[in-house]
């Protein structure tokens, strides 16, 4: 499916549903998502059970896959009327916000100040300081060679002996 980066992507959203406030809430969500929004509006009517993207021409079918992508189960519709260029985003009564967005870390970082073991174990207690401990062992977990691929402090590790751990921008 043939997409453009948001900012490519230029777009009217009209309040089809009557909703408070509707059109409004919609443009500043995809504003934060890089769209730019030109207006903002009421659809010519508030009957709208569904949220529709309507489109001029097929020169714009990449920059309306892009807008697919952030609304879910929106309709898709060509209206010759409009000019090339013009996306029109009507807000249905249907409309329950954009897709989440995806998770920007594809895997977790472990730092210095940060324990392997607390961060990777679902059954940890979570870290309030240097006191906290996990509830369960790292090997009970399956999570102890973690630190040591990662070069992390294990459990078992002897803070005063770990110096290379407690080094940085901050230490004297």
């Known amino acids: 499916m043939l997409t453009i980066k948001p900012s ?16 409004g809430s919609a443009a500043d969500a995809l504003t934060a998502r890089g769209f730019d929004v030109t207006g903002t509006g009421n659809a010519t009517n508030f009957n709208y059970t569904g949220t529709v993207i309507e489109y001029a021409a097929i020169s714009d079918k990449a ?4 807008l697919k992508e952030q609304i879910p189960g929106a309709v898709i ?17 249907d409309f329950g916000g954009l897709t989440p967005e995806p998770s920007t870390s594809a895997s ?8 392997p073991i607390m961060s990777a174990s679902p059954t940890a207690a979570p870290s309030t300081g240097a006191s906290a401990s996990p509830t369960a062992s790292p090997a009970s977990s399956g999570i102890s060679g973690l630190a040591q691929a990662n070069g992390g402090i294990t459990g078992d590790a002897s803070c005063s002996s770990d110096s290379p751990a407690f080094s940085g921008p901050l230490s004297p």
């Open 8 to 23: 490519k992507v230029r777009l009217e959203v009209l309040n089809g549903s009557g909703t408070y406030d509707a059109a």
């Open 77 to 93: 519709r060509q209206d010759s009327t409009l000019t090339p260029g013009t996306i029109k985003l009507i807000i249905g009564s």
């Open 63 to 66: 920059a309306v896959n892009t």
């Open 108 to 115: 977790p970082s472990v730092s210095a100040t940060t324990s």
